[in-house]
């Protein structure tokens, strides 16, 4: 299950992100998203955990939490806008 992370601290890392989450269960991946032209955080990001149990789980503790002085948001990530969907 993919999980979108929001209002993180700018100062966080992807590894702080990924140990938060790994109390939890298995982290298939961790993403922070960064901004190309300063190379910062954006605030947010995407943690998949392959066992939708645990994903639950981390977010359902997780929500509404202070992470680095900030109150995070976890939820499960929806496909973009048109994802999936044929081209042309």
Do not use: H
């Not at 299950?1 to 993180?8: E, G, Y």
């Not at 269960?25 to 032209?37: A, E, I, N, P, R």
């Amino acid at each position: 299950m993919k999980l979108l992370i929001r209002d993180l601290a700018r100062s966080i890392t992807e590894e702080e992100i990924r140990e938060m989450f790994e109390g939890y269960g298995l982290v298939q991946s961790c993403t922070l998203v960064m901004d190309q032209k300063t190379g910062t955080s954006k605030g947010f990001g995407f943690v998949e955990m392959p066992r939708p149990g645990e994903a639950k789980a981390a977010m359902k503790n997780l929500n509404g939490t202070i992470v680095a002085g900030q109150r995070i948001r976890v939820k499960k990530a929806e496909p973009a806008p048109g994802q999936g969907e044929p081209r042309g």
